[in-house]
Each structure stands twice: as C-alpha cells, then as structure tokens.
C-alpha cells in the first residue's frame, strides 16, 4: 500500500484550526518537514537504512559469522576450493580457519605480529603475507611447518594475488615494492614504485593493477613489469580496489590514517585540513575506471575511511568503512544506502564466498567476521533530532508518505520537551494511531521528536519511508522592548525596522542628549519570539501629569521624531506601546509599552540683562552681565567687541558654567579712545540662543 503526500500547508492549517478552534497562540502554522538525506541523517537510526535519495527501509541483517578470537584486527580473508575460510589476525599474528559447517579452529600461530595478507592457490597452498619482517609463508597442511618463500627487507606485506598462469604477485611497504613469485618458487622484483606502500592488489584484464600511498597513485602493470599510471588521486592511499565482470576497476581512497599493523586502537582522528585546503578534498572517494581509462569520481563517502570494496551479482559495489564500521551500497550513477553497522570499528576486507554466494566481513577494533545477509531485519527505528520551534508550541498532525507492502508496517511516537536535548523531563513517548495521518498528542513545549518504527515480518520484504511532516503553531508571545531613547535633533534616514526581533542598527543615543533646534527623536529596539509584524503607538506627558496623551498612531517603524515646537517647557516623558495585531486575529493580540527616562523641553531663550562697561584707565574696561535661563543651565557664552571677526569667550565670575543664572566677568585688553560697541551671545544647555548689545 503507497500512501501519497496528504496535505499541503493550507490543508494543515484547516485541519489544526477544526482541533483547536480558539488557542490562545499565533495563527502561522510551521510545517516541519524531512524527506531528504541530510534530514533523516540528522537523526539517530537503529536497524534501518538512509538511501541517498532519502529513503527509510529495514537494514539487511548482519549476523556474526566467526567472534571467537580475542584479536584486534583481522586483516584478511581467503577461501580455498573445499569452502573453507582462513582469517588472518592481528596483533597475535595468527590464522583461523572456520569450516563450511562454521567449525572454527586455530590453523597456524606465527611468530609475526600480523598475518596482513592471504593467498590460496589451486592446490590450497596458503601464502600468508606477514608484518613487521615482510615475510611471506607457504603453509601446505595443518600442523607442517611453514616454507618462508619470500624474506624481503620490507615490514609489510600489504596484498598479495594471483595471475591466470598461477604466478603469485605481493605489494609491500615501506618502500613501495611488489614482488613476482613464479609457481615454481622463484622470486623477482617486479616494481619499485616512488611510494612508501603498495598497499592493494588486483589482478583483471590481463594486468596487475595496485594502489599506492602518498600520492594516492593507480598503477597498470604487465606481468612482465612494465607500469603506468592510471589515475593519481591526490587522496592519502588508494587503499582498496575491485573491478566487475565489464572489466570497470573501482577505487577506494582514504585520506586519514588508517589501521596500523600493531597498533592497539583506532587511528587518529582527522587533522583539520591545511590552509588553501578544503574540507571536500579531506574526504574519502570511490572513483570508476572504464576499460578505455576514463576515470571518473563516482561516491564521496560520510565516513573518513574506505578499506575495503567487493561488487555484487547485480553490478553494484559494497564498501567497507570507518571507524563507525558502516557497510554501504553504492551504484553506478553514485546513489547509495547505507546497509548496517557492524560491532567494530573498521571493516578491513570484504569476502563473497564461492559456493554459497555469502558476503563476509572482517573487522579490526574488535576482530570479528559479520555475514551480511539479504534478508531484512525484523524491526528497525529512526528518532529524529530534536526540533526547536524556538518558543512554546502546541501540535497538530504528523503526516507521512511511504509504502507498506503485505507483511510491513511503519508507526509514530512523538514526544517533547524544553531542553536541547531530549532528558528525563521530557515527556514520555506517546504512540499515534496507525494511519498516514495522526494527531499529536504530545504536551506542549519548546521541542519536539518523532519516532518512526519500520517492521516485518516477511524478510524478504521491508517497508519504505520517504517522508514526515510535523505541523506546530507558536504559542504568542509578546513583543518585548530591550532599549528606549530620547535625543534631541531629526532621525538619521532611514526607516526603523518594526518586525521582530529587529530594530535600529545604530546604537541609541543616551536618554536626556541634547542637540539644537525644537526636534526630538524617540528611537527603540523590541523583539518578538514569533517573528510577528509590530505597530507602535507613542504617547507623551509632564512628569507630573497623569495622563499620556497620543502623539503618534499605528507606526511601522522604530523611531519617531517630535516637533515640540508649541510644547510647554518643562520634564517630559515619553511611552511606546507595541502591539502584534497585524500578525493575530482579534483578541489573540499581544502588546506591551516601555516609558522612556525623564527629558527636559526647553525652546525658550536664555536672557542677557545688567551689561556693564567700567574703565580701568590706559584704555582696558572691565565687562560685566547677567545670564539667565528658566528652564536649563547657562552652557556656553562669546563675545566680540567692534567689528571682531572671531568670537571669543567669556567666563562666570567662578570659572564655571553651572547654574541657570550666570554672572558673566571680561577684563579687556588695550581699547582705542572713542565708543565700542561689545556683543554678548549666550546659549544654555538646551541649545537655545540669546544676544545682548551694550554700547561704551
């Protein structure tokens, strides 16, 4: 059964206002919605699979195979022509072998640290490759000694792979070699690569094909020796190659430290990329290789690492990774799904047996082998992040979209809380009805998780989520001022801001600043939580009064400017209400008004009385007058005598203005005999103006 997508916006916003047809909230109705990969990713998957294309099913169950084994790695796979399977470990450096029937046994414990490599030929000679003495073993039966074929002065034996004429080919490091071992028993070298490590090997199409460390190089080599360069990555290591029965090589790259033969734990964690790096070159790739050598990037992988490759029956590849020890599918075109997640670390090889077509997984940290079967899990779950809505919210209808086929099924529980993360005050988990459809029920709050349950109980079968919907509307919530200020002059051009959570970029000047001219500016800053459009009234009175009067209605901006021209002088106070009506229907509404600190109006001039001119003798005078001003202090006051080009000033008797009554004291220099004219200006601290004249 495939459910189509249900709603649209507006469909939700009827259905939730049928549920509650008078809540005491905001009416914008949110439409949580999640149908692509990142969304799903974002949650916390158990037992399912995220496609690329952001589909939910049931994972394929990953069973274990062979745990028996205290190792930390295990390193290789290899399976000989009566279906049994060899594992070589580390760091006990021995190998197991497990018997079709799952009979496992110690089959040889070596005095290496690893077994790293393993090869089986058609008489089911075992070669085992070995770290740090870079030997390579011939094991012919259980219990006989071992033949050392090969000694090199190499630590590692990295991959080893036979040709179609039986002859053996081994990669190693650390100085990137890779030896030719005739069946016979003779030893060559083959290649001496400019890398540190040769560290996998393929043999297809007739050549040898390895990738390499440093430079992340893809080399083509004949069985004769002759190499070329296929494709340098510029990645840490081409650390795995496959190829699929078109002849097209797969190539799996790292770009963090991987696994270390010897090591007791996983590698490090990623560096942070160098500078003139990006964080998209740090990441792991699979390129495809065409039998005619075009090289193309097919899959950037979530996880740092890809260690292991193999292709399927139907063309498609499976990768290994870390250090989450996730396994995906991966197609040509780069769609992929992720298939589960094995109890370890780093699954290190990948193994498709002969005979009953069984795909093995080898782990390092811990070393186990995990079967990957093609049957479904019987049960899976995806909770999804927490969701804020950044306020109080109640709920309405979750929604789906996805297919259930006979036997599956998909069910919801949300629950919710006030905390980022969910924790024991949240609400428990509250189960919907089964439908594609439900109401939620969960209490009111903050956040919000859903939880989708995936199951069957055919394996063949599993169910598919595409998609989820969450419908939730905001409590209201009122406005909320933050800053009011008074200054005296225009407003700067410009409107305010009147949506919330915005308001003035400048900052407000002090409350009580003073600027010349009858003008002031009222300006604030307000948030709402909702978001919602505001409108300001502003409202003035005396600070003795008791009633505000109504100086502007409904302004959508965040600032208003005053003519006080026709005002009275005196201390004055000024009210801003905010109101989100424009945003909610009536009786929903919500304002709130913040009052502003006392400012002082003053548009009468000082005065100027009481100029007197006494000569001292030799021409000087001493100048003296009255300044006076009802409402403010005397600020500042010039003076020029004649025709003067430059005003210059005159202090208070005390040496300073502060008073509302000034007595103002001048000892003039040297006059030329005859009548002078002095001009006294004086301005109070309200920016107003007055000029007295005295003739002497």
């Not at 690893?114 to 219990?143: C, H, M, R, V």
């Not at 992988?301 to 996730?326: F, N, Y």
């Amino acid at each position: 059964m495939t459910f189509p997508r249900v709603f649209c916006f507006f469909g939700f916003i009827a259905i939730f206002s049928w549920i509650y047809p008078l809540p005491t909230s905001a009416v914008t109705t949110s439409i949580w919605e999640q149908r692509h990969q990142k969304d799903f990713d974002s949650g916390t998957p158990k037992g399912v699979s995220i496609t690329s294309k952001g589909e939910i099913t049931l994972s394929p169950q990953l069973v274990p195979f062979f745990t028996d084994t205290q190792e930390i790695y295990i390193w290789c796979l290899a399976e000989d022509s009566k279906g049994n399977i060899y594992a070589g470990t580390g760091n006990g450096g021995k190998i197991y072998r497990i018997t079709p029937d799952g009979q496992s046994s110690l089959f040889y414990d070596s005095p290496e640290v690893s077994i790293l490599s393993l090869a089986i030929d058609t008489n089911d000679n075992i070669y085992a490759g070995t770290a740090p003495s870079g030997l390579i073993y011939k094991l012919t039966e259980e219990g006989v000694p071992p033949t050392t074929i090969l000694s090199s002065e190499e630590k590692y034996v990295w991959a080893m792979t036979f040709d179609d004429t039986g002859n053996l080919y081994a990669a190693t490091g650390t100085n990137g070699k890779i030896y030719k071992i005739t069946a016979d028993g003779e030893t060559n070298l083959l290649f001496d690569s400019e890398a540190s490590n040769i560290l996998c090997l393929l043999y297809a199409q007739e050549n040898l094909h390895a990738g390499s460390d440093g430079k992340g190089i893809i080399y083509r080599i004949t069985t004769d020796g002759a190499a070329s360069v296929l494709y340098q990555t510029g990645q840490r290591e081409v650390h795995t190659l496959a190829t699929d029965a078109q002849g097209v090589i797969y190539a799996g790259t790292v770009t963090t430290a991987p696994p270390q033969p010897g090591s007791s734990g996983p590698p490090p964690s990623a560096p942070s990329p160098p500078e003139g790096r990006s964080a998209e070159e740090k990441k792991s790739h699979v390129y495809r290789i065409q039998p005619d050598g075009v090289v193309s990037r097919i899959w950037t992988a979530p996880d740092p690492l890809i260690l292991s490759m193999v292709t399927a029956p139907d063309g498609q590849l499976l990768v290994g990774t870390g250090d989450s020890g996730k396994v995906y599918r991966v197609n040509t075109d780069g769609d992929s799904v992720s298939l589960g997640k094995c109890d370890a670390g780093q699954i290190l090889r990948m193994h498709r047996t002969a005979n009953t077509n069984k795909l093995l997984l080898s782990t390092g940290n811990a070393g186990k082998i995990f079967e990957l079967q093609s049957a479904y899990i019987a049960e899976g779950t995806l909770e999804s992040q927490a969701k804020d809505t950044t306020v109080m919210s109640r709920w309405g209808k979750l929604s789906w979209e996805g297919a259930t086929p006979e036997g599956t099924s998909i069910t919801f529980a949300t629950r919710t809380g006030n905390t980022e993360k969910p924790d024991s005050t949240w609400s428990d988990w509250e189960e919907l009805t089964v439908s594609d459809v439900s109401q939620i029920t969960s209490p009111d709050a903050r956040y919000i998780q859903w939880r989708a349950k995936l199951a069957t109980s055919d394996p063949s079968a599993t169910p598919v989520l595409r998609e989820v919907n969450v419908a939730s509307v905001q409590a209201n919530i009122e406005p909320r001022f933050d800053t009011i200020g008074m200054r005296r002059g225009d407003a700067p051009d410009g409107p305010g801001e009147s949506k919330g959570g915005g308001g003035p970029k400048a900052a407000l000047p002090p409350s009580g600043s003073r600027a010349s001219g009858t003008k002031y500016t009222v300006e604030w800053k307000v948030q709402d939580a909702n978001n919602d459009t505001l409108q300001f009234n502003v409202y003035y009175k005396g600070i003795d009064e008791t009633n505000w009067k109504l100086l502007k209605k409904e302004l959508n901006q965040t600032k208003y400017t005053w003519d006080t021209t026709s005002m009275s002088d005196g201390r004055y106070t000024i009210k801003v209400e905010a109101t989100d009506k424009l945003s909610n229907p009536p009786g929903m509404a919500k304002s709130t008004a913040k009052i502003s600190d006392p400012f002082d109006i003053d548009n009468t001039q000082p005065t100027v009385n009481d100029i007197t001119a006494t000569a001292n003798g030799e021409g000087t005078y001493q100048i003296s007058c009255a300044a006076e001003d009802r409402s403010s202090y005397i600020q500042k006051a010039v003076y020029k005598i004649d025709s003067d080009e430059h005003w210059q000033v005159i202090f208070p008797g005390d040496g300073i203005f502060d008073s509302k009554r000034e007595d103002l004291l001048l000892q003039t220099g040297e006059l030329p005999p005859g009548e002078h004219t002095i001009t006294i200006r004086v301005t109070d601290s309200a920016g107003n103006k007055a000029v007295g004249r005295k003739n002497f």
